[in-house]
């Protein structure tokens, strides 16, 4: 597509339960990167994938999350056991380079309740 | 780590007045910077770079930024502005050998009509 999509625009789950967030990004973009958006805050780096090289997970905020690409196209990022404070905008991103900027998707807004 | 300041976090302006959002970073080194905009309801979208050169960089929708290496900074200006540009804006800075981009917390800016 012309732009990085995100599936769903909208998840609200109960306190406990497991999520995934599709990140469907530019074709022929070979970075994808995890980012969240809380409310009143800036956007905090979760996970970096570039090519087929190992990812930075440095920013996952702990092993409840996880998050995988595959055939250097889509990613999936996986929340497990999910908690109140893991509510935001789950944004993904993707980049021809570091050169480029990134070009954002609209977003998965998570409720967990 | 760095990390990326935006004292201004509410800007409230009338229609045609000038704009200058600050932007400031901690990293001694070769920088890349940023500036994003996400308008209400809609994907944070690239507003302008900058990589080397003309520090003076223009970006769309008549803004530019200034790159002010010895302040460390890199604010964002518009001569006038409209009731359209409300939105939330945010300063990114990419570190020379970091592979991701650190935002700041946003400046969310308010035109009246």
């Known amino acids: 597509g012309a732009g990085v999509s995100q599936s769903p625009s909208n998840k609200v789950t109960e306190k406990g339960k497991d999520v995934e967030l599709r990140c469907d990004p530019i074709s022929g973009h070979t970075a994808l990167y995890w980012y969240r958006q809380s409310l009143g805050q800036g956007l905090e780096f979760l996970i970096y994938f570039q090519g087929n090289s190992a990812p930075d997970k440095s920013g996952l905020p702990s092993d409840r999350f996880s998050a995988e690409r595959t055939g250097g196209s889509v990613s999936t990022l996986t929340i497990q056991r999910t908690q109140q404070e893991d509510s935001a905008v789950y944004l993904c991103a993707s980049s021809q380079g570091q050169n480029y900027g990134y070009t954002f998707g609209s977003g998965t807004r998570l409720t967990v309740v | 780590a760095q990390s990326v300041s935006q004292h201004n976090h509410h800007v409230i302006l009338s229609e045609a007045a000038s704009l200058e959002l600050g932007c400031n970073y901690s990293y001694g080194g070769t920088v890349n910077l940023f500036w994003y905009v996400q308008y209400p309801g809609q994907h944070l979208q690239l507003l302008l770079k900058?990589?080397?050169?003309?520090?003076l960089v223009k970006g769309i929708k008549g803004f530019e930024a200034e790159f002010i290496k010895s302040k460390f900074s890199f604010n964002l200006r518009k001569p006038s502005v409209q009731w359209s540009d409300t939105a939330e804006y945010f300063c990114?800075?990419?570190?020379?050998?970091?592979?991701?981009?650190?935002f700041g917390s946003g400046t969310q800016l308010t035109v009246l009509p």
């Open positions: 900058y990589f080397s050169g003309d520090p």
């Open positions: 990114a800075v990419l570190e020379g050998s970091a592979r991701q981009l650190t």
